[in-house]
């Protein structure tokens, strides 16, 4: 009498994960002839004897925890798996989590620092609570930003991401505006939806909104939460007003990770009004657990001609 398990790939999509007309699938029962498999849906079903299911559930468990990082699968990844010993494998995604890389992008492109202040970010973040990324157009400091999101939910570090900037074209004033709230926003919120479509696999990406795993409000919104177990990131904070911003500042709970990112060389508040950012500037340095992290020219990771135009007005 044969024995059965069966497996939940619900982490994961299914075409994605099985490969086109289940290659990746194949691949791994080619290991295991002495097993049935099926796989339908999100669930597979193994029958056998139980040493070589046991093998077999501790594979699809590696490839999952493979797709979650690099979100791809690839014939190399399966290979190794079928040759290691579980104490290889396990040494193997320990090592690629603490590389330098931040996570893996669709089609398993490699998303990390590139200049030394996007670094400093990465680095400034393990050690601080709360992070100010300031700096020029282009320089990376909200994609940087998004990134470390995007790796502290895959490491399970935080249970949610929460991204919000102040619709200051709007004046935060969105009734008027045609569509849902989502339709609303998505105008200011599309730098940040682009970031997240280049670390996360669209039905992914689609499931994590709907489960408000990943939540796009208003800076508006903001008050009166407290967010906890959270990484949060306020863009474009150069356009918060002073009482804006401690009103977001103050919405950190407990095993909260805060990033603000702004240019100050683009304010687009009223004439009457001043940016909260530069004030945030000048009085939060001395306090621990608060790190400032200044970007500049030499981290334009745009079109090389972006870096000659932010010389070109930082000398008017």
Not at 37 to 51: F, L, P, Q
Request: avoid cysteine; hydrophobic fraction near 40%.
């Amino acid at each position: 009498m044969s024995n059965e398990i069966i497996i939940k790939i619900d982490s994961a999509n299914p075409v994605d994960f099985f490969g086109v007309n289940h290659i990746n699938l194949k691949f791994v029962e080619s290991g295991f002839p002495e097993l049935k498999i099926i796989a339908r849906g999100e669930e597979i079903k193994a029958y056998g004897n139980s040493d070589s299911l046991k093998e077999f559930e501790w594979i699809i468990n590696n490839l999952l925890e493979t797709y979650n990082l690099k979100g791809i699968i690839r014939e190399s990844d399966i290979k190794t798996l079928l040759g290691s010993t579980e104490q290889e494998s396990n040494t193997r995604i320990e090592l690629e989590k603490n590389t330098q890389v931040l996570v893996y992008g669709r089609s398993g492109r490699v998303i990390k620092a590139r200049t030394k202040n996007q670094q400093l970010m990465v680095d400034s973040i393990q050690k601080n609570d709360m992070l100010f990324a300031i700096g020029p157009a282009g320089t990376g400091k909200t994609y940087t930003a998004v990134a470390l999101a995007v790796k502290a939910l895959k490491n399970r570090e935080v249970r949610r991401i929460v991204l919000t900037r102040p619709a200051i074209e709007a004046g935060e004033s969105l009734g008027f505006l045609p569509g849902d709230m989502k339709d609303k926003l998505d105008p200011y919120m599309q730098p940040l939806y682009d970031a997240l479509r280049d670390m996360l696999p669209e039905s992914k990406l689609e499931k994590y909104f709907e489960e408000r795993t990943i939540e796009i409000a208003p800076l508006a919104f903001m008050r009166g939460r407290t967010l906890d177990h959270a990484f949060v990131i306020l863009d474009e904070a150069q356009n918060t007003t002073s009482s804006q911003l401690k009103m977001f500042l103050t919405r950190m709970g407990k095993d909260a990770k805060f990033v603000i990112t702004g240019d100050i060389t683009q304010i687009d508040l009223p004439k009457n009004q001043h940016s909260g950012l530069l004030q945030a500037e000048r009085i939060l340095h001395p306090i621990k657990g608060i790190k400032f992290v200044k970007l500049d020219q030499t981290d334009v990771v745009r079109h090389k001609i972006v870096t000659k135009i932010i010389n070109a007005y930082s000398n008017i």
